[in-house]
């Protein structure tokens, strides 16, 4: 037993030495035998250190796979949070949707118009809003409410487009059915042509033209007004062409005294006769159709 361990222990330090001997000398198959028996071992330890660090990474990823779940729950949160806002806004915006529509339309509608121009009447055409009564004011019904021969006054309304032609003639373009007007609607039958005049006065330019209007009942009546409004604007200098001032007004017969020199013109009725104003009207320029 004991030469047994003397023997190994001869062949281990011997493998040793010619390990670390730098000799040529060979190795015995003995020698040989341990020493890939001492590789082996070594190669066993130095395995054994990357377990630890797969170990530890192992756990990073554990640790990081529980910060992004964490993360992910809360970004799931904000996207369910801005979901319901969008909702919320969503439901605000249709209930706002009409009006904003009509206020947009409106706005549309009021540029396009805004950027029509022109710089000669022929051709033009033109919105009327209007508003004028059946019988001129007289300050003596004013003056006695209880008067019988107190005349009915009716205001009438509305719109009404027109297009003065180049060659004197208008046209209506409102032109419609006269079914469902209202009475407060005058019903525009016929338009008479236009006429452009330079005032003696003030040396204005008027442009005049005349209509055939039917007024509803109560008052039932159909008779001729007259339309006259100043031209401002001076088309040689770049400026547009607008309509202001406009007047409404209808002929009156003026009654003449009894007696005296006027006693001429008794029973010629329709001599003397004099424009009265109705009302008036506003123009705006509007496209061609």
């Not at 000398?25 to 082996?40: H, I």
């Not at 004013?142 to 008067?147: C, E, F, P, Q």
Request: glycine letters at 6%.
């Amino acid at each position: 037993m004991i030469a047994a361990l003397f023997l190994f222990s001869s062949l281990h330090c011997g493998s040793v030495s010619a390990f670390s001997s730098s000799s040529d000398a060979p190795l015995s198959p003995t020698s040989l035998k341990f020493a890939r028996v001492e590789r082996n071992a070594e190669a066993r330890r130095s395995s054994l250190q990357p377990l630890k660090s797969s170990s530890l990474i192992n756990s990073a990823l554990f640790s990081t796979s529980n910060d992004d779940s964490s993360t992910t729950s809360e970004a799931e949160r904000l996207r369910q949070k801005a979901l319901q806002l969008r909702a919320e806004a969503d439901a605000a915006e249709k209930q706002l949707s009409p009006t904003r529509s009509s206020r947009q339309a409106a706005a549309a509608m009021d540029t396009t118009e805004a950027a029509v121009e022109y710089f000669d009447l022929k051709d033009s055409c033109w919105e009327l809003s209007y508003r004028f009564a059946n019988e001129p004011e007289n300050k003596d019904d004013d003056n006695d409410d209880n008067s019988k021969n107190k005349v009915l006054r009716k205001f009438y309304s509305g719109k009404v487009q027109l297009q003065f032609l180049s060659d004197g003639y208008t046209t209506n373009l409102s032109t419609k059915s006269n079914e469902g007007v209202s009475e407060q609607q005058a019903i525009i039958n016929k338009v008479w042509g236009w006429d452009l005049e330079v005032s003696d006065q003030d040396s204005l330019s008027y442009i005049l033209f005349s209509a055939d209007i039917t007024l509803p009942p109560p008052i039932g009546t159909s008779e001729r007004f007259y339309f006259q409004a100043r031209v401002d604007g001076d088309a040689s200098e770049g400026e547009a062409l607008s309509l202001v001032d406009g007047s409404v007004t209808v002929k009156r017969d003026i009654s003449a005294p009894g007696s005296g020199w006027w006693g001429i013109f008794k029973g010629a009725d329709g001599i003397l006769a004099q424009f009265r104003q109705l009302g008036e009207f506003k123009c705006r320029p509007i496209a061609k159709p």
